[in-house]
């Protein structure tokens, strides 16, 4: 279901499940255990996420898992979604999603659990499970309003609305648009970049903004901001980086 490869500081997950890169509750608990074993190696500091072939990021969940109606599958499978895709977002790894193509309910929610999301010119993206009588269970009604905004998420999530790259382009739900077949060096480039950054300042940066997703009073989270500034200095990194900066070398990050 996923091909993971790592180059240097950069891992790589290619969601492989022809023809369309569907979820099985198999594949998303690897995504899950992939993640944390990511976490564990302080070499890696960002993830790419694609799908293979030139057609789709990933078509969502499998179907036929749910046509039985039986609520403890249902249960199971929700249950996998939710680990990998919290696993996702939480994750300390700069995560960037390379769309090369089609983005469909459970595959759009993991591009939107990464930090960025590329995608190419021909990519489309929906969220249509309302359509066979489910809804976005991997966290996309709590998460594309984040993105999008109440009234975007209203009309992709309850009118079933496909977007196409240069809407998605337009109301935030992508940060950059490339030309077909680029999305995945594109990502590969931005993600590189990350090691230029000191790990710890990463680390803090991320957390506090997701702080704001999450709704923490704004007086609350300036505190936690000021607090992360100056906690940055009982580490090695801020030194380095700073002395680096003022040398005129290359920093070496610890």
């Not at 594949?27 to 255990?33: A, E, I």
């Not at 036929?64 to 979604?81: E, Q, R």
Request: hydrophobic share 45%; proline share 4%.
């Amino acid at each position: 279901m996923i091909d993971l490869t790592l180059d240097g500081g950069v891992a790589t997950i290619t969601l492989n499940r022809p023809p369309a890169n569907a979820f099985s509750r198999e594949g998303l608990l690897r995504l899950r255990d992939a993640i944390h074993e990511l976490e564990a190696d302080a070499a890696v500091r960002a993830l790419v996420i694609t799908g293979s072939g030139p057609k789709f990021f990933s078509a969502g969940a499998d179907l036929n898992t749910f046509a039985s109606g039986d609520k403890a599958v249902a249960l199971d499978m929700i249950s996998a979604f939710g680990q990998a895709f919290e696993a996702l977002a939480d994750t300390r790894l700069v995560t960037v999603a390379a769309l090369n193509g089609y983005a469909m309910g459970g595959g759009l929610e993991c591009a939107l659990a990464c930090d960025i999301r590329i995608a190419e010119e021909h990519a489309q993206m929906a969220l249509p499970e309302a359509s066979v009588g489910l809804l976005p269970g991997g966290t996309g009604t709590q998460t594309l309003p984040w993105l999008v905004g109440e009234g975007w998420a209203k009309r992709m999530i309850l009118t079933g609305e496909r977007v196409d790259a240069a809407t998605a382009l337009r109301i935030g739900l992508v940060e950059e648009v490339v030309p077909q077949g680029q999305a995945l060096g594109k990502a590969l480039e931005m993600a590189r970049r990350v090691g230029r950054q000191s790990p710890d300042s990463v680390r803090a940066c991320k957390h506090l903004v997701h702080q704001a997703r999450q709704g923490v009073p704004r007086g609350a989270a300036l505190a936690a901001e000021r607090e992360a500034f100056v906690g940055l200095f009982d580490g090695p990194n801020q030194v380095e980086g700073v002395r680096a900066f003022l040398e005129k070398r290359e920093v070496r990050w610890g």
